[in-house]
């Protein structure tokens, strides 16, 4: 069997139809973000090969996996589950390199999570609901209504870079539970998880066709000959609002559904009468884990003004004792960012708050890193104060490890300031006054609000975001009435 894992540095392709495919249109390099280094080599996948993919997931619906009950599928995931677990050391290394995140986290989060999503939705997808009515005709007679809930199809799972492993599993866990097929397009920049799953898919026995991934750019690249096939029947994808605008576009044509789950501006919400160090650690959590490049992150903090000054000093000292360093270290608690690329958009967000005249609590600017990690994306924690709302950190998604905090006197001021943006994805409230979070908590406008805790995960609640944060909502039973389809039998009798 060919191996794609164990050696970091193999270069990664297609996975189509169960086997490997290192070719592709053109190659570009995969770079670890620690050290800035050329890891190995990505291989774009061709409009061809993007339909051989498409072409096999059809058939695979047709093949044996299409002849599974949810229970035998789900009995195939726990085992696909378990090998996860078995090869997390793989994962593990395939995914920092990638990434750069710290192992710390992504032993405990990001591996454990791909695993488990698997186990969950092989639990879940049995549950899924039907429905059935009796009724009486017009004439007198009798007829039953009753719902069967069959698989959309095919699956588009288009995936951005920030939880690579964690965030595609999320999507392709319940599509298999559900008796789909998939074909995923992970970020350009972290392909190496989803194409070692591949692996693991054949070592458990997932018939071939049923999981296949395809690397690549997304516009005018492989992610658009994905989203753009007519033999795709749902899109469901993770990552940026103007993305996903494309995205939808290319979904019109056949009209096909979609599922989003994009950018957001998290407002955290700290009140007076808070427990202040679960507030510290939640909201240093919050702003700074895997590098502050994660969706659900807080980027703006209101704090009650009696409590602010200390707030603020108290959540500088904590930012200041984050550990940047070598990823593989256990103490470390700050990777890089992903990119060059990814740094020099962070690095114009800490410009522009200098600019907008903002007071420059801790951070700003790039940390000195020795040796190996001397190239590597790196940036300090930073937290600004002094800006008003409009100010552009104050607006715009950064994605980096950074916080604007601002005073607040008023529970409806703090409301509105809060829901004053486009997106509206999470939200932490800092608070022991259980009268205030019952009345806050219907007008604080997100998909999830989280109450003395921040991404505090039950996978049986909705995950999704309002406004421009995201379409439908995924998680527990939500989830799956994007990956099956109904239908309604009306028999008369
Ligand atoms: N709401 C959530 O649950 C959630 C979770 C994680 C990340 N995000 C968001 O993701 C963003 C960061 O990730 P990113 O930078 O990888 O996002 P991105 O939108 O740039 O890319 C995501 C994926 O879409 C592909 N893509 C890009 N253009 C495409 C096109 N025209 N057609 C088809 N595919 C295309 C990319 O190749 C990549 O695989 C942030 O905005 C973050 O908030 C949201
Ligand atoms: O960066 C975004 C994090 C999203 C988290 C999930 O989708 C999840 O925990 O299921």
Redesign the pocket.
């Known amino acids: 069997m060919l191996r794609t894992s164990g050696d970091a540095a193999v270069d990664r392709g297609q996975f189509i139809d169960g086997a490997y495919d290192l070719s592709g249109s053109s190659r570009f390099a995969a770079v670890d973000p620690a050290t800035g280094e050329t890891a190995y080599w990505i291989h774009e996948a061709s409009a061809e090969q993007v339909d051989r993919a498409v072409t096999a997931a059809r058939k695979a619906l047709k093949g044996p996996w299409g002849k599974l009950s949810a229970a035998e599928r789900g009995a195939m995931l726990r085992k696909l589950a378990a090998r996860i677990a078995e090869r997390s050391a793989d994962f593990l290394r395939a995914e920092i390199i990638d990434t750069g995140k710290p192992v710390e986290m992504a032993s405990h989060l990001d591996i454990p999570?791909g695993a488990g999503?698997f186990n969950f939705f092989a639990d879940l997808a049995p549950m899924a609901l039907g429905e059935a009515f009796p009724m009486k005709t017009p004439d007198g007679g009798d007829a039953l209504n009753y719902s069967l809930r069959q698989p959309r199809g095919v699956i588009a799972v288009v995936c951005?870079w920030?939880?690579p492993l964690?965030?595609m599993t999320?999507k392709v866990a319940p599509a298999l539970a559900c008796g789909n097929t998939v074909v995923v397009k992970p970020s350009e920049e972290t392909p190496a998880t989803a194409t070692l799953l591949g692996e693991v898919m054949n070592e458990v026995g997932i018939p071939a066709g049923v999981f296949n991934v395809v690397n690549g750019l997304g516009a005018a690249s492989t992610g658009e000959f994905l989203t753009s096939h007519p033999g795709v029947d749902g899109i469901t994808f993770?990552g940026e609002t103007v993305t996903g605008t494309a995205i939808m576009k290319a979904a019109a044509v056949g009209t096909r559904p979609v599922s989003f789950?994009l950018g957001g501006k998290n407002p955290g919400i700290v009140f007076a009468d808070c427990d202040l160090d679960a507030a510290i650690a939640g909201t240093l959590r919050s702003a700074f884990l895997?590098c502050g490049?994660?969706?659900?992150?807080t980027e703006r903090v209101y704090v009650e003004r009696s409590l602010y000054p200390q707030f603020v000093e108290r959540l500088a000292a904590t930012a200041k004792k984050l550990q940047v360093g070598d990823p593989f270290d256990k103490s470390t608690t700050l990777g890089p960012l992903i990119s060059a690329g990814h740094r020099e958009k962070v690095l114009g967000y800490y410009a522009s708050a200098k600019a907008d005249g903002a007071e420059i609590v801790t951070g700003g600017g790039i940390p000195d890193l020795e040796d190996r990690f001397a190239n590597g994306s790196w940036i300090e924690p930073t937290i600004w104060t002094g800006l008003g709302d409009d100010a552009k950190v104050n607006r715009e998604e950064i994605f980096g490890p950074c916080c604007h905090i601002s005073p607040f006197d008023e529970e409806d001021e703090v409301v509105a300031r809060a829901n004053a943006s486009p997106y509206g994805l999470a939200a932490s409230l800092w608070t022991q006054n259980l009268g205030r979070t019952h009345r806050l908590a219907p007008q604080i406008e997100v998909g999830t609000l989280w109450v003395n805790s921040w991404?505090l995960?039950d996978?049986r609640a909705s995950?999704g975001g309002s406004k421009q944060s995201g379409i439908g909502r995924?998680?527990g039973l939500h989830g799956l009435d994007f990956y099956t389809e109904q239908r309604n039998v009306c028999i008369r009798f």
């Open positions: 999570r999503n951005p920030n939880l964690l965030l999320w993770t789950e895997n490049q994660v969706c659900l992150g991404f995960r996978l995950f995924e998680g």
